[in-house]
């Protein structure tokens, strides 16, 4: 069994249970699946697919979850990156993990845009 496998059963199993709560959101498990196929469907619409390596350069926001779980669901490889990290760490991380597409943090005000429930959308940009 895979994480995106455990991701999906998860969502299946426990639908209106919080999975992630960040600042004064809360995201249910219903919520962050529809969150993590929109992305998925844009990602792939975008070529990411199975085996692509996806550089992911995000803070500890719910769009990293998102992002993680969408490329999983692709059967892509996330390549995570940290945020803190010099341009010579990147470059040779990125050098080393030959990237496909990159997923740089999103604006502060994409990522704070609110669905009718109130919980954040994935703002990420690739």
Same mark, same amino acid.
């Given at each position: 069994?895979?994480?995106?496998?455990?991701?999906?059963?998860?969502?299946?199993?426990? /639908?209106?249970?919080?999975?992630? &709560?960040?600042? *004064?959101?809360?995201? %249910?498990?219903? @919520?962050?699946?529809?969150?993590?196929?929109?992305?998925?469907?844009?990602?792939?619409?975008?070529?990411?697919?199975?085996?692509?390596?996806?550089?992911?350069?995000?803070?500890?926001?719910?769009?990293?979850?998102?992002?993680?779980?969408?490329?999983? /669901?692709?059967?892509?490889?996330? &390549?995570?990156? *940290?945020?803190?990290? %010099?341009?010579? @760490?990147?470059?040779?991380?990125?050098?080393?993990?030959?990237?496909?597409?990159?997923?740089?943090?999103?604006?502060?005000?994409?990522?704070?845009?609110?669905?009718?429930?109130?919980?954040?959308?994935?703002?990420?940009?690739?």
């Amino acid at each position: 069994m895979n994480l995106g496998k455990m991701f999906a059963d998860s969502c299946s199993t426990y /639908k209106d249970n919080r999975a992630l &709560v960040y600042e *004064n959101s809360r995201i %249910t498990f219903s @919520e962050m699946d529809r969150a993590v196929n929109s992305l998925a469907n844009r990602l792939k619409s975008m070529g990411i697919g199975k085996g692509d390596k996806a550089a992911l350069m995000l803070p500890n926001t719910p769009e990293f979850p998102i992002t993680y779980f969408a490329c999983q /669901k692709l059967g892509a490889v996330a &390549v995570t990156l *940290n945020v803190m990290s %010099t341009s010579h @760490e990147l470059n040779t991380s990125s050098t080393t993990a030959t990237r496909r597409r990159s997923s740089p943090r999103p604006s502060r005000r994409a990522a704070s845009r609110r669905s009718g429930t109130g919980s954040p959308r994935a703002g990420t940009s690739c």
